[in-house]
């Protein structure tokens, strides 16, 4: 049972930059697909940024250039760096984990397209970007 807790979420103001850390209670750097979704109310839970446990990342459209996820395994930290922040990405954001395995013939590299793939999750923290 891996715990995760997010850090670092607060109100910023449009062209900021965020870090969001996860902390994670086991060492998910080993073995595990780590990513970051977010949520505004109203709307389903979207992934933004997903990184499997070779270390590759893929990122949705709408953050590409501007978001990098990137882990500290001696940590068990995983972190969101946010850069030229948009009022559109307020929400709330959740750090999420599973074993990096096939499910489905998809493998976690292709998993932001779904919330079910990941069976782990953080409780959120809220970010507020106004203009």
């Known amino acids: 049972q891996v715990r995760l807790r997010e850090f670092g979420g607060g109100s910023v103001q449009a062209g900021g930059s965020l870090r969001l850390s996860c902390v994670a209670s086991d060492n998910t750097g080993s073995g595990y697909c780590m990513a970051w979704f977010r949520q505004v109310p109203g709307k389903e839970r979207e992934g933004v940024a997903v990184?499997?446990?070779?270390?590759?990342?893929t990122y949705a459209d709408s953050v590409k250039g501007r978001f990098t996820i990137s882990e500290a395994d001696a940590e068990n930290t995983l972190y969101l760096h946010i850069n030229s922040l948009k009022v559109e990405d307020t929400g709330i954001y959740y750090c999420?984990?599973?074993?990096?395995?096939?499910?489905?013939?998809?493998?976690?590299?292709?998993?932001?397209?779904?919330?079910?793939?990941?069976?782990?999750w953080g409780q959120g923290t809220q970010v507020n970007v106004s203009s």
């Open positions: 990184i499997d446990s070779d270390g590759s990342t």
């Open positions: 999420a984990a599973e074993h990096d395995k096939q499910i489905g013939g998809t493998w976690c590299l292709g998993w932001l397209s779904s919330r079910t793939y990941f069976g782990y």
